[in-house]
């Protein structure tokens, strides 16, 4: 696919997109942004980290392109840190999307100040182990979603959802029916009362 679908999805809720794909590919809601209005959209480079170290993810950098999404599987440890202020700084002087890590990072005030968008589930203060294990572009569970190299991440305040490279212009097509119903029909009611009054009882008899 194109960077042209990767724009298409990239100002569509995740929860439009949740629902195009039955909600089978969203990550666990424990994962959630630094910043509220932190949004993502770009292609998977994908890492899968023993928990707390961090070499295989600086590998990583190296071969991701401008745009793309670092998606770590830290196994959900909170005990170390696999990032901090400094390698998302790097993150960013690189033109990556975003990072997604089921784990822990630090320095998280000078993080949100560098305005990257970072997505993870949980902060602490102890730094990365450096065994230098750990795979990169790999397929990867992070946060109960499957990940593949290259697939679709798309996130936004309420979460991270992922969509399977093959499957990206049923899913935008969908999300994009599904948003113009949802945005039909809150015009439809929109201060007015009785509209409202119509609607829930049409919900009600159903």
């Known amino acids: 696919m194109t960077d042209e679908v990767i724009a298409r999805f990239a100002p569509i809720p995740t929860t439009a997109i949740s629902d195009a794909t039955g909600g089978m590919n969203n990550m666990d809601a424990a994962l959630k942004p630094l910043r509220q209005d932190y949004r993502i959209a770009g292609r998977a480079v994908t890492v899968k ?35 901090g202020d400094f390698v998302v700084g790097m993150m960013k002087t690189l033109g990556l999307a975003g990072l997604v890590v089921d784990g822990a990072v630090r320095d998280v ?20 182990s450096k065994t230098g294990e750990g795979e990169v572009n790999v397929p990867i569970s992070c946060g109960g979603a499957a990940v593949r190299p290259g697939d679709l991440v798309v996130g936004d305040a309420d979460g991270v959802t992922i969509i399977p490279r093959e499957q990206e212009q049923a899913v935008l097509q969908k999300a994009l029916a599904k948003l113009e119903k949802d945005e039909a029909r809150e015009r439809e009611v929109a201060g007015d009362i009785d509209a409202v009054r119509r609607y829930l009882d049409m919900m009600a008899s159903k």
């Not at 928990?51 to 793309?68: E, H, K, Q, V, Y």
């Not at 000078?110 to 589930?121: E, K, N, Q, S, T």
């Open 49 to 83: 980290l023993p928990g707390g170290d961090n070499p295989a993810m600086l590998r990583a950098m190296r071969t991701a392109s401008p745009g793309d999404v670092l998606v770590v599987d830290a196994k959900g440890d909170l005990t170390k840190a696999v990032a």
């Open 109 to 128: 005030h000078d993080i949100r100040a560098l305005g990257f968008p970072v997505f993870v589930r949980g902060t602490t203060v102890a730094a990365s």
